[in-house]
């Protein structure tokens, strides 16, 4: 339940868990850039859900489409095969997107639109055609071993998202035609909505996909089983009061629609200021402060973004070994404590001087708390 209500003059309930629920191992996901690829060894952090998203090899491959099919009806599934391999026993969530150049008649993109990834990634491509066709490769390749697959990332970025034909409607339309190739094929797989993100444009995108034409009859909010965000605090890392804020927008703009589905944070993690920004404990204070808000807002899988990113993941390497190795152990010891276990309340509260606490109240009587103070 998300609200708003003055406990006392200095101290604000922001929320409080909606209803109960037991947690699993799938809840705690990562993003996992280095692993597997030849001389990286597993990470010795547990997740039970991974996504795809930025995993590469040495030799530059990626799990997008560009990489995937690099000319028309010529595959190279190098980069997912291993990708794929490396992750049997948990659950995983593959985005499609990534437009191979030959797929887009218009020209590369340049200044502000530049695509992140190069070339005419961030366009949609010409041809409904060559869409469905390598949705249709990927899905039958991976039927029965990858559980997810996801709609474009990020489209409010024009990194991701960008060109004359980059509507809301086109997204609609190739979410639409994602959603029925996936059940055609792998009718247990689910479909998991395109990823928006950030504190700013990220929800007024979210609104403008639910209520887009799908091309057909129908509008973005059917073509979904799960609703992702990305849950970054992207103005300060700090300001965790921020995640309440998206939670509560997201499930507005989906009531609006008349949507009622589970919601990811797909992504998740310390983006600016970076991690590298805060002491050893303001860090420890941080990723606990951001699982045990998550849970109290009812966000049913938290993807951390990313544990060997250079510069904001956990195991970064920049963060110093002594402080990334508290890290993965607080981590590990937050699965350890929390699986299998039936958390029946919670609640997220605001104090003076910045001061910010989530508190989770276990079944079998134990309460658990997290803060953080200074926050902006």
């Known amino acids: 339940m998300i609200l708003h209500r003055q406990a006392s003059p200095d101290v604000s309930v922001l929320a409080t868990l909606a209803a109960p629920v037991t947690l699993t191992e799938r809840f705690f996901g990562q993003h996992i850039q280095r692993y597997p690829r030849d001389g990286a060894s597993a990470p010795p952090v547990r997740f039970g859900t991974v996504r795809s998203w930025d995993f590469f090899l040495l030799n ?12 028309d009806g010529t595959w190279d ?24 150049d030959w797929a887009v008649s218009a020209a590369a993109l340049t200044g502000v639109n530049l695509a992140a990834y190069g070339g005419k990634s961030n366009q949609p491509p010409d041809s409904m055609a060559a869409w469905e066709n390598y949705v249709g490769e990927m899905v039958t390749r991976y039927k029965g071993r990858v559980q997810y697959w996801q709609g474009w990332n990020e489209p ?21 035609r994602l959603y029925t190739i996936v059940k055609a094929i792998d009718p247990a797989a689910a479909v998991v909505s395109p990823s928006y993100t950030s504190v700013f444009s990220g929800v007024a995108g979210w609104r403008l996909f639910l209520a887009a034409s799908d091309g057909a009859a129908a509008t973005g909010a059917q073509w979904f089983d799960i609703a992702a965000y990305h849950f970054y605090n992207n103005d300060f890392s700090n300001r965790v009061s921020g995640l309440e804020m998206l939670s509560r927008s997201v499930r507005g703009a989906m009531q609006v629609a008349g949507v009622n589905k589970p919601i990811w944070a797909t992504e998740t993690g310390f983006i600016e200021p970076p991690l590298t920004s805060y002491s050893a404990a303001e860090r420890l204070s941080l990723l606990r402060l951001y699982v045990y808000c998550l849970i109290v807002l009812g966000i049913e899988r938290a993807i951390f973004y990313a544990y060997d990113d250079p510069v904001i993941g956990f195991n970064s390497g920049v963060l110093g070994v002594d402080s990334a190795a508290q890290m993965i152990t607080a981590w590990n010891e937050m699965i350890e404590r929390f699986v299998g276990r039936r958390v029946v309340g919670g609640s997220i509260v605001v104090s003076g001087q910045g001061r910010i606490s989530a508190r989770l109240e276990f079944l079998d009587g ?10 902006p």
């Not at 530059?60 to 000319?71: A, F, H, Q, S």
């Not at 599934?77 to 191979?100: K, S």
């Not at 134990?366 to 926050?375: F, R």
């Open 60 to 71: 530059g491959k990626r799990v997008l489409w560009k990489d995937i099919e690099t000319t």
């Open 366 to 375: 134990e309460v658990l708390s997290a803060s953080y103070s200074g926050m």
């Open 156 to 176: 409010n970025l024009p990194k991701f998202w960008a060109g004359a034909a980059a509507t809301y409607t086109k997204l609609a339309e190739m979410q639409r």
């Open 77 to 100: 599934f190098e980069a997912p095969d291993r990708w794929v391999e490396a992750h049997v026993g948990r659950e995983m969530v593959i985005p499609l997107c990534g437009t191979p």
